[in-house]
């Protein structure tokens, strides 16, 4: 009876650290309508120490129907889908949780395509190309305030707003985050600080902050010097 009662007792603690350590982890959803890929991403996430996958989905509107009142910390969603678009689940989810991060996961790497991303609310947007143990870090750092691009994604936003980015005499200082990049965007479409504020889920102070970073990289001291030295083409 003893040993019944000490088994008993071993698999309840058991049962309890591991649903610990479940809680612990941050909760991730995934849209993604490749039957391959997806398959591959649920493999590695569903062994993750550090996500706990809640459920998936092969569209947009797949996604809407499964998302009860689960808490997703984490939206990781292709954008070319059929129906609804993968920039309009950045947008719903936005919208429905301002504190889920939505990543985009793509093959496309078109400046529109990133540009409406990060416009819908998106703190990524990441080749397919990814190694997934890379993916996962910066998932993560998404979670811990950042932004993150695939490497070949980021030089070409860049060089969107920076067209000199490739000549030699271009400095270091020149070359903007994402999320400054992002900032730059909104003001050239004609935000105010306190719309860019609430558009990207931040506070005005932060806003400014990012502004001061911008005007000290660049040398400039105003919106009309910054929105006039990096005019989009037409």
Known sequence: MGKL????LTFANAWDEKRRMKSDKSTLAI???KRVILDSLTAFFEVSERFDLIFTADS???FIERWNDQRIDLLLCDIGLPGKSGIEAAW?????SSTTQVVMYTVFD???AIFQALCAGASGYL????PLPQMEDLLVEVLNGGSVMSPHVARMVIGHFNPHLDKPYTSDAERLTPRE???VSLLQDGLSYKQVAEQIHISVDTVKYHIRNIYGKLQINSRAELISRYQRPT
């Open 31 to 33: 849209i993604e309508d």
């Open 5 to 8: 009662i000490g088994a008993s």
């Open 127 to 130: 080749l397919k190309n990814t």
């Open 181 to 183: 990049i992002e900032i």
């Open 110 to 112: 078109d400046k529109d």
């Open 60 to 62: 947009v509107e797949q």
């Open 92 to 96: 719903y989810a936005k919208r429905r």
